[in-house]
């Protein structure tokens, strides 16, 4: 029976670098290209087909690793006691936008942005629509507390029961 070589070994990822650093692996991806690129960092090497994901030789990881902690400031973190990113502002106001609206009424984010639509007249309008808790210039899209937009569905739910009651009983009349 001929045994195989594991043809990844030897070879480690971008996580593997941050983790040894105490850094984020987007840390670790900056050192390792672009117009920050630190000297030293190893180069990549050619990945079998159907691996994705960028790999280097560990042992020049490992040489670039302990030439960076010997000029470091930081000293590295223990096991398990990765830094992380701080959560967002989103996160702690518990802020939901359109796409979280649409899936609670089961349509796609396009309904839920015509009935915030600002035209009288637009069919799919909805006056009580809330407006947005969280009226930022530099969003991309308004943001909503969630009980703000869980309000908007529970009474969007019971007009939507209330209009397919009323059709059900005139089709029963028929």
Request: hydrophobic residues 35%; charged residues 30%; glycine residues 8%.
């Amino acid at each position: 029976m001929t045994s195989k070589k594991d043809p990844l070994a030897g070879l480690v990822g971008y996580d593997y670098i941050a983790e040894q650093l105490g850094v984020l692996d987007a840390t670790a991806r900056t050192y390792g290209g672009g117009p920050k690129r630190v000297d030293g960092f190893p180069h990549p090497v050619k990945t079998p087909p159907g691996v994705r994901v960028t790999l280097f030789d560990k042992n020049e990881a490992d040489n670039f690793i302990a030439e960076r902690l010997k000029v470091s400031r930081r000293k590295p973190r223990p096991e398990g006691n990765r830094r992380r990113p701080r959560p967002s502002k989103r996160a702690e106001l518990d802020l939901v936008g359109y796409a979280y609206i649409a899936e609670q009424l089961g349509v796609v984010v396009q309904t839920v942005r015509n009935m915030r639509a600002s035209g009288q007249n637009h069919r799919q309008r909805v006056d009580y629509f809330p407006e947005p808790s969280i009226q930022n210039e530099r969003a991309r899209s308004p943001l909503w507390t969630r009980a703000v937009a869980d309000a908007f569905i529970a009474r969007r739910r019971e007009e939507l029961a209330q209009l397919s009651n009323s059709a059900g009983a005139s089709q029963a009349k028929k």
